[in-house]
């Protein structure tokens, strides 16, 4: 048990360090085949979504996660693993440059194959976010309406893409809801060896 725990926190780990540093060959194999990758903007195969993110990082978005601590259930060669996570990204709101923060954790969907732990799903849950200007004399002129219609746990993260041209999806878990409870019970589901049902 401890050995299949270190496994899983070393994926957890690796993924945040890949991702941000732009190391996509390493970043794709977090996931077995077949994985899948969920987003506030993105929903579909691991592949497509280390491909977007290496064109988005070619043109110079660069989006930062910082990791807490790991908790993980077991169930033969199954597990599902929560972990705190801080993404952060700067980026320009109305010709105001700003930075966005957003706290929550990662829900992952873990399985070993042949012995190794890899990603089958990760699904971020959104528990808060917030704007600053990086010029605090500056404020972007922002659209109330739109930005109260987002859901609450990372309104200002979708508002900020949706202001640089990224497809947003609102359908997100956030720290309580019916949305998150769905996957709470989906990952009770993965452990106890059923089918992935999630999305």
Same mark, same amino acid.
């Given at each position: 048990? $401890?050995?299949?725990?270190?496994?899983?926190?070393?994926?957890? &780990? %690796?993924?945040?360090?890949?991702? &941000?540093?732009?190391?996509? &060959?390493? @970043?794709?194999?977090?996931? =077995?085949?077949?994985? !899948?990758?969920?987003?506030?903007?993105?929903?579909?195969?691991?592949?497509?979504?280390?491909?977007?993110? !290496?064109?988005?990082?070619?043109?110079?978005?660069?989006?930062? =996660?910082?990791?807490?601590?790991?908790?993980?259930?077991?169930?033969?060669? !199954?597990?599902?693993?929560?972990?705190?996570?801080?993404?952060?990204?700067?980026? *320009?709101?109305?010709?105001? @440059?700003?930075?966005?923060?957003?706290?929550?954790?990662?829900?992952?969907?873990?399985?070993?194959?042949?012995? %190794?732990?890899? @990603?089958?799903?990760?699904? +971020?849950?959104?528990?808060?976010?917030?704007?600053?200007?990086?010029?605090? !004399?500056?404020? +972007?002129? *922002?659209? =109330?309406?739109?930005?109260?219609?987002?859901?609450?746990?990372?309104? =200002? *993260?979708?508002?900020?893409?949706?202001? %640089?041209?990224? +497809?947003?999806? $609102?359908?997100?878990?956030?720290?309580?809801?019916?949305?998150?409870?769905?996957?709470?019970?989906?990952?009770? $589901?993965?452990?106890? %060896?059923?089918?992935?049902?999630?999305?």
């Amino acid at each position: 048990m $401890t050995d299949a725990r270190a496994a899983i926190t070393e994926v957890v &780990d %690796n993924w945040v360090i890949w991702r &941000d540093a732009g190391l996509w &060959d390493e @970043l794709l194999c977090a996931w =077995h085949e077949g994985g !899948r990758m969920h987003t506030s903007w993105f929903r579909g195969p691991a592949p497509e979504f280390v491909e977007r993110c !290496r064109t988005a990082f070619d043109t110079g978005v660069t989006v930062h =996660h910082t990791l807490g601590g790991t908790w993980t259930k077991l169930h033969g060669t !199954r597990a599902i693993a929560q972990s705190k996570v801080t993404i952060s990204q700067r980026v *320009m709101i109305h010709n105001v @440059l700003c930075d966005v923060v957003g706290i929550g954790r990662f829900y992952d969907f873990f399985e070993a194959r042949d012995g %190794n732990w890899r @990603l089958v799903s990760r699904q +971020p849950i959104y528990e808060k976010d917030r704007l600053d200007s990086v010029d605090g !004399r500056q404020y +972007p002129d *922002m659209d =109330h309406e739109l930005l109260a219609a987002y859901p609450a746990g990372c309104r =200002h *993260m979708l508002y900020a893409q949706k202001c %640089n041209g990224v +497809p947003v999806l $609102t359908d997100l878990p956030e720290l309580r809801g019916p949305i998150v409870e769905k996957l709470y019970s989906a990952g009770h $589901t993965w452990l106890e %060896n059923g089918p992935l049902a999630f999305h």
